[in-house]
């Protein structure tokens, strides 16, 4: 009945998850409520959102001198709040622009502190001996993996400076080491759990900088000194984000989703670069394991190749109409067995239409 939904967020969900919310929708563990219902600081609620944030650290392995924020506004609120976080207005930042997300970060950045933009790419990442990094910018901003054209970045740039990455399309798909980022922050919607809610793992000397005139909902001190809970937080997106935790740990952590992630998009890249009818523009060094994307060379059957695939129960491949052709969004929800329906749809489609 479910079909594959290849949404680039909201995306799919584990179906364990929804089966377990369905559960106990009307009734959160015989409280007679759904947890959607309960008041936020009750002691049920403060357990749910406690556990949330356990195994979400423990699953990163979180260092203790990181804190986890759940924050409100979406990874669009934070283009802002990095900058009136961690900055003063004659200040310069560095951002490295690899596509629309990082675009955008640039333009909400550039309102508030003189950004310097180090390096500019669509399809590959530049190499790092071009960069034009300043001497003294107060951070180094990346995108880590641009969701629209799926440019990732698969190594760590090297610097000094605190790196703040926007992770929203590719948290939890790997194990990454959290101390080599300043600031990590991603909306949920694509890899955590429902829409929302967004998050933001940062290092604890970076809280405690925002300019005066930040608001109380966008200074990571003031989610920090109330457990993120200054006001009503997006309770059932939390507890859902807690159940997508859970599926992730009981499947074996970060490691398993890796090594699930890496074939699933692997085999998808392998079937593309074998073929003369698909094509991916993407630097293979840089390819993303989330969003795969592929042109069809003859651009006159983008429509019936989204139908076709419509009506075979693979949903949502439309690219996004800045970049145009097929998208694949493959989050960690996303079963092998969709990348295969995906890949024998494709080798279908091919020998029809070549
Ligand atoms: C989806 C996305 C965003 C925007 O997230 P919102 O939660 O809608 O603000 C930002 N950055 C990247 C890389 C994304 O994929």
């Not at 009945?1 to 559960?23: I, T, Y």
Request: proline share 4%.
């Amino acid at each position: 009945m479910r079909a594959f939904n290849f949404s680039a967020g909201p995306a799919m969900l584990p179906e364990a998850v929804m089966r377990k919310a369905q559960s106990e929708f009307l009734d959160w563990n015989n409280t007679g409520m759904s947890v959607m219902e309960m008041s936020h600081r009750s002691k049920e609620f403060m357990a749910v959102a406690h556990n949330m944030e356990h195994t979400l650290r423990e699953i990163m392995a979180i260092p203790d001198n990181y804190k986890v924020l759940f924050v409100h506004g979406g990874a669009s609120l934070q283009f802002a709040g990095i900058p009136m976080n961690l900055t003063s207005e004659n200040d310069t930042v560095d951002y490295v622009n690899t596509g629309v997300w990082s675009q955008k970060a640039i333009k909400e950045a550039a309102r508030y502190v003189n950004v310097n933009v180090v390096a500019e790419a669509e399809t590959f990442i530049p190499d790092e001996s071009e960069w034009q990094l300043s001497d003294d910018a107060k951070y180094v901003h990346i995108c880590q993996n641009e969701t629209i054209t799926g440019v990732e970045f698969q190594t760590l740039p090297k610097t000094d400076k605190p790196i703040i990455a926007d992770f929203s399309s590719t948290i939890l798909s790997r194990p990454i080491n959290v101390s080599d980022y300043g600031v990590i922050y991603a909306g949920a919607q694509k890899n955590i759990g429902p829409a929302g809610l967004a998050i933001v793992i940062v290092r604890e000397d970076l809280i405690g900088q925002a300019r005066s005139d930040t608001p109380n909902l966008m200074n990571w001190a003031t989610y920090n000194a109330n457990e993120s809970m200054f006001n009503t937080p997006a309770t059932f997106s939390w507890y859902l984000a807690g159940l997508v935790f859970d599926w992730i740990k009981e499947q074996g952590g970060v490691e398993a989703m890796a090594e699930v992630n890496q074939r699933k998009s692997q085999k998808l890249y392998d079937l593309i670069d074998a073929s003369d009818f698909y094509y991916n523009e993407i630097d293979p060094n840089v390819r993303s394991w989330m969003n795969v994307t592929f042109k069809l060379k003859n651009t006159e059957l983008d429509t019936v190749f989204l139908e076709e695939s419509k009506a075979a129960g693979l949903l949502s491949l439309k690219g996004h109409k800045a970049y145009g052709g097929m998208r694949a969004s493959i989050y960690n929800a996303m079963p092998e067995a969709g990348v295969d329906a995906l890949i024998d749809f494709m080798k279908q489609f091919e020998a029809k239409y070549a």
